[in-house]
């Protein structure tokens, strides 16, 4: 079956940083959604890439769906203490979504 | 406007019990699916149901089961709990049956089976 991995699993940078997380899947995806989770709470979309080669921007965050449609990466500019959590991409399956194993961010401020 | 809110938030179980946990989606939202998030994993697929009716079943045993009522809330049900069915159990709700737009999630439900 489909598989998504994601690396780093860990990441701890100092307040300022730049991090970047990567997704890769198994199989050809009709986009990719990426999520975040903080510590005690739940899922929250961030946002949804579908076209090849796309590259959408949030701010400090910056996503990019690869040309083949089989990866992705999510970088934060100049990290601040209120980026910490986990971060994790989605690729749809059919009716479900398969998550990849997130990469846990923390800033040491 | 509410968003999905999910019951009980805490429950504590023994091994060989039955659970039901709950779900109310976003208002106008047909779909729900369920996801099991071990800590440390990323959530994993259990049921979706779009419509009332089950559109998508993940690799979990037959103790798991969930049914969607006609308002569109909906309820997973776990009987002989295991150990290691300790985990947070999420519902997700979203406007249509295919997975082309955002999912929604509720705050979850934390299970401990001991």
């Known amino acids: 079956g489909q598989q998504v991995m994601q690396i780093p699993q860990y990441q701890h940078v100092q307040e300022g940083e730049d991090f970047t997380t990567y997704c890769n899947s198994s199989t050809t995806l009709s986009n990719i959604q990426w999520y975040k989770q903080r510590p005690g709470g739940h899922p929250v979309f961030l946002i949804q890439?579908?076209?090849?080669?796309e590259v959408k921007k949030q701010k400090r965050l910056t996503f990019q769906f690869g040309e083949a449609k089989k990866n992705s990466s999510l970088h934060i500019t100049a990290t601040q203490t209120t980026d910490v959590g986990t971060y994790f991409c989605a690729g749809p399956n059919g009716s479900r979504l398969t998550f990849g194993e997130g990469t846990q961010l923390t800033v040491n401020p | 406007d509410a968003g999905v809110t999910q019951s009980p938030t805490h429950l504590i179980k023994t091994r060989g019990q039955h659970v039901t946990l709950r779900c109310s989606p976003i208002?106008?939202?047909?779909?729900v699916s369920w996801y099991q998030q071990v800590l440390g994993q990323g959530p994993q697929f259990i049921f979706q149901?779009?419509?009332?009716?089950?559109?998508g079943r993940g690799n979990f045993p037959d103790r798991f089961s969930a049914r969607q009522f006609p308002n569109y809330s909906s309820e997973l049900n776990v009987n002989a709990l295991l150990l290691g069915d300790s985990a947070l159990y999420l519902c997700?709700?979203?406007?249509?049956?295919?997975?082309?737009?955002?999912?929604?999630f509720g705050q979850g439900t934390r299970l401990t089976v001991v």
């Open positions: 997700a709700s979203s406007w249509g049956f295919t997975t082309g737009t955002e999912a929604f």
């Open positions: 890439l579908v076209k090849s080669g």
């Open positions: 149901y779009y419509e009332k009716e089950e559109r």
């Open positions: 208002s106008g939202h047909k779909s």
